[in-house]
């Protein structure tokens, strides 16, 4: 089997396989093609492939050799309509928001695993690259809120007088929510929580951080670790304790989400109006409508002395150990679909390759993207 690695497009750092783990496709009987610089923006060079064992090559050959196509975005249209119709592409390419590109896969012939839609089980963990990725976005994103706050974090007693520690309120305890509670616990901040979830109370706990409850959350439990919609009696209730946290707040670092729909608006104007003068948010949800009512994916708003990060691109900005995660995410996911000799061998019973599975033999496979 040739696998066969394309450099992102620009602004993307990451890169989806690097050097370590060429070799261990090697040992796998698996011939790794690599485009010239893939990897430059992550700091590994075509070089430290090559000593890997991998071939750089241009981006057509790849194209027309590759049975496995590795990004981590979906690729240009110019890009994936010259690759061969019996190509496998690997890579997070959010199917429930890119119906119409499926489709257009699906028509050419593709097999297209998406790593996003796999099942959150114990198993699927070293696969897993949503966790992968938000864990890094969650601690930078602790770190890009001290960098742009005018306060220090942790609590000083000093001759020339007293800081107390900065108050942080994270939207939203996932993996991302969690990295930065304990992040931010490790700078010195106090530490309040929500989460529609309550049966992440004890792992907010355990960082040292608050769990504010509210009652009355829709449940949770068939929804395979995500959240769902809530009543809007729910979301009144959350809205108006989420105010008054808010308004406290220094910094809030927000990260709900729901699965394949708009993330909730969890701060509205009103909540912003009371938020203290200097005062930082980074929200996590951006690049699905974002958390706030101001929020714009990919710009910082300033908004009456509150400014408000809406940066989607944190796991780029931490692109050497975001990508050696993320390969071997990859590396993991597809052993489940290499055979003894090295070739593709795409078995549909496995839960996790069915799940990871979006198109094949020329139809929409994945039960959730054919329904969305
Ligand atoms: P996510 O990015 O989908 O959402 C982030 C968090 O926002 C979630 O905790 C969610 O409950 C919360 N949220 C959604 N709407 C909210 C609202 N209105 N108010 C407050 N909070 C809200 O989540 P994720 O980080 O991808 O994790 C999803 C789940 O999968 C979690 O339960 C996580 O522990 C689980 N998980 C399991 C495994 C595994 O076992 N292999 C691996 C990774 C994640």
């Not at 992102?8 to 009987?29: C, H, I, T, Y």
């Not at 241009?58 to 590795?70: G, P």
């Not at 699927?124 to 005018?150: E, F, H, P, T």
């Not at 520690?165 to 939203?172: D, F, N």
Request: net charge neutral.
């Amino acid at each position: 089997m040739i696998l066969g690695v394309l450099k992102e497009q620009a602004g993307e750092n990451r890169v989806s396989l690097v050097p370590d783990v060429v070799k261990q496709f090697a040992q796998l009987k698996v011939r790794v093609l690599v485009e010239p610089d893939a990897g430059v923006t992550a700091f590994y060079s075509d070089g430290a492939y090559q000593e890997a064992g991998a071939e750089i090559t241009s981006r057509t050959q790849i194209l027309q050799q590759a049975d496995v196509l590795l990004s981590i975005h979906p690729p240009t249209a110019d890009t994936w309509q010259q690759a061969r119709s019996q190509a496998t592409w690997t890579g997070i390419f959010q199917p429930l928001f890119n119906t119409a590109l499926m489709q257009d896969w699906a028509a050419k012939g593709f097999t297209v695993f998406s790593l996003d839609t796999i099942p959150r089980t114990t198993r699927a963990q070293s696969m897993d690259v949503l966790s992968s990725q938000a864990n890094i976005a969650g601690y930078k994103a602790v770190l890009l809120a001290a960098y742009s706050y005018s306060r220090y974090f942790p609590m000083f007693t000093t001759a020339a007088g007293s800081i107390p520690p900065a108050k942080v309120l994270v939207l939203g305890a996932g993996v991302a929510g969690l990295q930065a509670v304990a992040t931010a616990r490790r700078l010195g901040a106090v530490v309040e929580v929500f989460d529609t979830r309550p049966a992440v109370k004890e792992e907010v706990m355990s960082l040292g951080a608050k769990f504010v409850e509210v009652e009355g959350a829709a449940d949770a439990s068939k929804a395979g670790g995500y959240a769902v919609e809530q009543s809007e009696e729910y979301k009144q209730k959350q809205a108006q304790k989420i105010a008054e946290s808010a308004a406290k707040a220094d910094i809030v670092i927000s990260t709900a989400q729901i699965p394949g729909k708009k993330a909730p608006t969890l701060i509205p104007a009103t909540t912003l109006d009371k938020m203290k003068q200097g005062s930082v948010i980074v929200d996590l949800a951006a690049s699905t409508g974002g958390n706030t009512e101001v929020t714009k994916n990919d710009e910082t708003v300033q908004y009456k002395g509150v400014t408000v990060i809406g940066n989607s691109s944190l796991p780029s900005q931490m692109a050497c150990d975001a990508s050696k995660l993320y390969a071997k995410n990859v590396l993991n996911f597809l052993k489940l679909v290499i055979d003894k000799e090295g070739n593709l061998h795409l078995n549909f019973e496995d839960d996790i390759v069915k799940g990871a599975c979006i198109t094949h033999g020329g139809d929409i496979v994945n039960e959730r993207v054919k329904q969305s």
